[in-house]
Structure formats: structure tokens, C-alpha cells
RNA sequence: GCGCAGGUGACAGAGCGGUCAAUUGUAUCAGACUGUAAAUCUGACGCCUAUCGGCUACGGAGGUUCGAAUCCUCCCCUGCGCA
């Protein structure tokens, strides 16, 4: 085995398992920077919804893709995957430590695993037109266009259909799936809880968030305080936290109703996660901090 | 205790003579994932069976009917109104 050839690692798990405190942990042992792998903590002023972890909580290590993007404007795995490889060099080349901890699944799979993005900008006026467009529809579009992608996609996800046909009519077609991995050793490592200690934590947490000032937070956002207003449809779009907390500053929800219906998805979001990374069997499971010693070293 | 409204699968809540193991939502379980990924989407969900199919079910007990979750009788229970 190679002495000195550059590692990375990843930490992985659902919402509320403890990843951000595991790798500040292992960065003090290896010398690493962090790279979040988040799809709301980049952007700015999205803070307690998304728990973002604090300057006190990092404690001196260096953390990047935070606060890269403003809330009115958009984001993608693609500005994601093109942002994290150059921090990724860069941190190599400074001699240490590149660490991706993150629960978004994709974002990482395009980063470290290099699923490759087809080069197809999103074409919001051809995704206007095919707003109202049923899902049949959509499908014989995308049938029509490209065959053969037509076969393998979701025929009920009307997100998808729309991205397939609009790669296919920017660029033929939609190009098969392929990977550019990084070229470094990786050691995967994920955070698991059992379901009724996620649970809790959970309930927890979001009780804390709360009493900390999320709600304002989020009236913040849709009152423009931090520059440009963001839209109840935005705010519905991020999800969670910024979905639910929106639809009661709306009145559509009592704040009772919200809590609950809030936590329950938060709950399901975190299966959606454990689903996502069951399927990466490269990942050594871990339920606490114990013992990622023995891990770091025995794979170094 | 008289009046009215009800008792349906884990819960909520449709169905009101056959096409009902029973619409739908929630919960639960499993899964997908090519520039929105905390998004978006799929499947299973009474019991037995690989499948065909079989069995038990709509408060309880009877009854009417070729056939009842659906109609009738009595009983038990719940909510609201009047006492």
C-alpha cells in the first residue's frame, strides 16, 4: 500500500446523527479540512433551519461550501460537484486532509463518486412550458425524443421527465450514465442511530431550533431582510424546516399542526437518507464516536 | 331519560343491496434517484398461498334476499340537543 498517497474521507448519515461533530473530530486527527455535503447550507442566512454548525462548533477547522450562494438565486449539483473538486485539490495541496461529511446523498455521489452531469443548463422557459403538462404527456414527449432513456426513466416522476427531455432537446439525447471518480483512497464512513434515538434527537433538536429563533429566521428570509425577499413557493420548495415553518407563517397551518406534521417529515427524510446510502457498501457503520480511531488507522 | 346523529380495516374517513378485502388520506414497511435532491417519484400494507385461489371481516345477535358493510328487528356503545 501506497505510504503517502492522498486520502479523503466521507462522512455520511441522516439528519441529526451527529456527522458535523464526527468530523470536526476526525479533522483534529488527520489534519483535515471539511467540505459540507449539504444541499441547503449553502445558502447564506439559512442557518438553524438547516443546522448549520456554528464558528464555536468548528473549532478552529476550516470548513467550505457554506454561505456559498444566496437564497433568492439557485443551486445544483453541478455548481456543487465543479466547487467541491477544486477545494478538494486544493486542500491536497496544501497537505492535508480533505473531509465530505453531508446527508445529500447525489451531491456526493457527483463530488466523490463523479457521477458525471450532463452539460445541459436548466432551460427555465422550456420548464415553464411543460408546467402544466400531465405526466402522460411528459412521458410521450420524452418517448418521442429519446427512446432509449424513455425505457429506464421513472415514468411517473414529472421532475425527471422534464430534466430528460430537456437534455434531449439541447443535445440529442440523454447521454448514458457515467462516473469520474476522484482518484484518491476514500474511507467511507457512516453515522447510524437506532431509529428511536433518531427519533428523539429529532424532537429534540427541533424544539431547540425553535425556542433559538428559527421561525424568525424564515419570516426573515420572505421579508427581505437579508436583501431580496424569497417566495412562500421557494421557501415550500426547500422543504422541511423552511416548507413547514412557511406554511404557518402563512396561516395554513396552526403552529401545533406544524410541529408535528414538521417533525414526521423530518423523520421520513432521514429513511430517505438511510435508503440512499444502504446501497454504498463501502461505508463502515459507526453509532458513535467510539472507535473511529481503529477505523482511521487501520485504513491509513 | 325523550330527541337527533353515529358505530367501517392502526387512525381519520368514504361506501349505503351485487362490479367490496372494501375509494381516499395519514401512519408503517420496502424502494427509485443522469444540473430543482430537505426536492421529486414508486411499490406493499386483513390472514393463508410462489401463483391460481381460499379464508375471516364493516359494534353484537337474529332476520329479509339468489346475494347485505349496505334493508328490517332487538341488544350494546358513543357524540350533540332537550330534560
Not at 434527537?201 to 429563533?213: A, M, Q, T
Request: glycine letters at 8%.
Amino acid at each position: 500500500m501506497l505510504e503517502k498517497e492522498p486520502k479523503i474521507v466521507v462522512v455520511v448519515g441522516p439528519t441529526a446523527s451527529g456527522k458535523s461533530d464526527l468530523a470536526v473530530l476526525i479533522a483534529k486527527k488527520v489534519n483535515g479540512e471539511i467540505l459540507s455535503a449539504d444541499s441547503r447550507q449553502v445558502y447564506c442566512g439559512m442557518n438553524l433551519g438547516t443546522g448549520k454548525i456554528t464558528k464555536k462548533e468548528m473549532n478552529g477547522v476550516p470548513h467550505h461550501i457554506l454561505d456559498v450562494v444566496n437564497p433568492w438565486n439557485s443551486f445544483s449539483v453541478s455548481r456543487y460537484k465543479k466547487m467541491g473538486r477544486k477545494i478538494i485539490n486544493e486542500i491536497i495541496a496544501r497537505g492535508k486532509t480533505p473531509i465530505v461529511c453531508g446527508g445529500t446523498g447525489h451531491y456526493i455521489e457527483a463530488l466523490v463518486e463523479g457521477l458525471v452531469i450532463p452539460e445541459v443548463k436548466p432551460d427555465k422557459k422550456l420548464r415553464k412550458s411543460f408546467e402544466n403538462k400531465t405526466t402522460e404527456e411528459l412521458s410521450k414527449i420524452l418517448k418521442k425524443l429519446d427512446k432509449k432513456r424513455w425505457e429506464t426513466i421513472d415514468q411517473h416522476n414529472p421532475r425527471r421527465l422534464v430534466r430528460a427531455i430537456e437534455i434531449a432537446t439541447h443535445i440529442g439525447s440523454v447521454p448514458q450514465k457515467q462516473y469520474d471518480p476522484l482518484p484518491y483512497k476514500t474511507l467511507w464512513i457512516g453515522v447510524s442511530k437506532d431509529a428511536d434515538e433518531l427519533k428523539n434527537r429529532i424532537h429534540i433538536r427541533l424544539l431547540s431550533r425553535i425556542k433559538k429563533g428559527m421561525i424568525k429566521e424564515i419570516e426573515n428570509l420572505h421579508n427581505g431582510k437579508l436583501g431580496k425577499p424569497v417566495s412562500w413557493k421557494k421557501l415550500d420548495d426547500f422543504g422541511l424546516e423552511y416548507r413547514y415553518v412557511s406554511r404557518y407563517l402563512r396561516g395554513l397551518l396552526t403552529k401545533e399542526e406544524m410541529i408535528i406534521q414538521l417533525e414526521k417529515e423530518i423523520i421520513n427524510f432521514s429513511k430517505r437518507q438511510n435508503t440512499w446510502f444502504k446501497r454504498n457498501k463501502s461505508i463502515q457503520w459507526i453509532n458513535n464516536k467510539n472507535g473511529i480511531e481503529e477505523i482511521l488507522n487501520s485504513n491509513s
